[in-house]
Nanobody
C-alpha cells in the first residue's frame, strides 16, 4: 500500500509563513502528480496547488500569489510554502498523490493524506 505522511501545520499569526511537507512511501513505481488541497469548516475541499512529474505546476485560486509548491530532493516528496497567511487560509490541508502506479499491480489510483491543520489567528 501507499502512505502519505504530512507535516508542518500549526498555528500562525496573520502575515506569517508555514511550510507543509508530504512524503509518499510504499511500493511505488511512479506518481503522475502530487499536490495540496484544503478544506475549511463548512466548505468543500478545494485545490491549492499541484506539481506534475515533469515539474509543471498548477495553482487553484486559493494558492495563487502567496503559495509555492515544489518537489523535494527526496523521492516522492512535495512541499507547500505558504507566505503572508491570512485567517481565510485556516483549513485542514490534505496531500494528494494522483495516478500512483504500484509496482506489484501496475494499476494507478489516487491517495490522500490524513490532513494537517493550519490555523491563522492573532
Amino acid at each position: 500500500q501507499v502512505q502519505l505522511v504530512e507535516s508542518g501545520g500549526g498555528l500562525v499569526q496573520p502575515g506569517g509563513s508555514l511550510r507543509l511537507s508530504c512524503k509518499a512511501s510504499g511500493h511505488i513505481f511512479s506518481i503522475y502528480s502530487m499536490g495540496w488541497y484544503r478544506q475549511a469548516p463548512g466548505k468543500q475541499r478545494e485545490l491549492v496547488a499541484t506539481i506534475r512529474n515533469t515539474g509543471a505546476t498548477d495553482y487553484g485560486d486559493s494558492g495563487k500569489g502567496r503559495f509555492t509548491i515544489s518537489r523535494g530532493s527526496a523521492e516522492n516528496t512535495v512541499y507547500l510554502q505558504m507566505n503572508n497567511l491570512q485567517p481565510g487560509d485556516t483549513a485542514v490541508y490534505y496531500c494528494n498523490a494522483h495516478n500512483v502506479i504500484i509496482q506489484t499491480t501496475m494499476v494507478g489510483r489516487d491517495y490522500w493524506g490524513q490532513g494537517t491543520q493550519v490555523t491563522v489567528s492573532s
